[in-house]
C-alpha cells in the first residue's frame, strides 16, 4: 500500500531556534500534500495544502512566515516551524492523496512531535 | 465553529460486542464522508467512507450508515476486536477526490476490552 514518511518522528528544539520536517511519499508522486497539526486530545487542524511547483496555501489563522512550506519535488514536502516558540509544540501531520489504485484518498504520514523548550 | 461533531469522547465496548461510533455535520455542503482510525503517535489510517448519495456502504467488520436529513452518520464494529482499540476520527469534504481538504472532528476513544 501507500506509504508516507516524516522525519524526524520527534524533535526537542530552543525557543527560537528553527526546525524542518519532512514528508515524503515513498511509492507514488503527491503534487499536492496537505500538513496538519494536533494538540493533545484535539482534532487534526488543516494548516496549508503544499503545491509542487507553486506557493502553499494556507489555512485562514496560520502564519504563512511562521511556516514555510517549500514543495520541492513530486515527493517531498517540507515545513519549517521559523524562530519557534513553546506555544509551537504539538504534533504535525502530513498528508498525500493517492488517487490509484482505489480507495482513492489521503495517506498519512506517522506525524512529527515537536517539543520547544 | 465545529463543523464536524463527535460527542462521545471516548467508549468502551466488550470484545465481540458492536462498537457504534456516532458523527454530526453542520455543513450540507459535504459530500464525502471519512472514517480514519488512529493509534497514538501515528498518522490517521483510512478506515472507510461514504458518499453522499449513499446511506450504506459495508467493508466487512466495519458499515457506515449517513442520514442525510439529520446530518449524523455512525461507524458500526461488528464483532468488536481489542485490536480495535484506537481513536477514531469522522471527516468530511466538499468534494469526491483525495485532493478536496478535510475537515476532521474531534475523535472518539474506542476501548474494547476483551
Known amino acids: 500500500g501507500a506509504v508516507v514518511s516524516q522525519h524526524p518522528s520527534r524533535v526537542i528544539c530552543k525557543s527560537g531556534t528553527s526546525v524542518k520536517i519532512e514528508c515524503r511519499s515513498l511509492d507514488f508522486q503527491a503534487t499536492t500534500m496537505f500538513w496538519y497539526r494536533q494538540f493533545p486530545k484535539q482534532s487534526l487542524m488543516l494548516m496549508a495544502t503544499s503545491n509542487e511547483g507553486s506557493k502553499a496555501t494556507y489555512e485562514q489563522g496560520v502564519e504563512k512566515d511562521k511556516f514555510l512550506i517549500n514543495h520541492a519535488s513530486l515527493t517531498l514536502s517540507t515545513l519549517t516551524v521559523t524562530s519557534a516558540h513553546p506555544e509551537d509544540s504539538s504534533f504535525y501531520i502530513c498528508?498525500?492523496?493517492?488517487?490509484?489504485?482505489?480507495?482513492?484518498?489521503?495517506?498519512f504520514g506517522p506525524g512529527t512531535r515537536l517539543l520547544v523548550l | 465553529d465545529q463543523q464536524v461533531k463527535q460527542n462521545s469522547p471516548s467508549l468502551s465496548v466488550q470484545e465481540g460486542r458492536i462498537s457504534i461510533l456516532n458523527c454530526d455535520y453542520t455543513?450540507?455542503?459535504?459530500?464525502?464522508f471519512l472514517w480514519y482510525k488512529k493509534y497514538p503517535a501515528e498518522g490517521p489510517t483510512f478506515l472507510i467512507s461514504?458518499?453522499?448519495?449513499?446511506d450504506k456502504n459495508e467493508d466487512g467488520r466495519f458499515t457506515v450508515f449517513l442520514n442525510k436529513s439529520a446530518k449524523h452518520l455512525s461507524l458500526h464494529i461488528v464483532p468488536s476486536q481489542p485490536g480495535d482499540s484506537a481513536v477514531y476520527f469522522c471527516a468530511a469534504s466538499v468534494g469526491r477526490t483525495s485532493y478536496d481538504k478535510v475537515i476532521f472532528g474531534p475523535g472518539t476513544s474506542l476501548s474494547v476490552i476483551p
Open positions: 455543513n450540507s455542503m459535504f459530500d464525502y
Open positions: 498528508s498525500a492523496p493517492r488517487t490509484s489504485p482505489p480507495p482513492e484518498t489521503q495517506y
Open positions: 461514504i458518499s453522499s448519495i449513499k
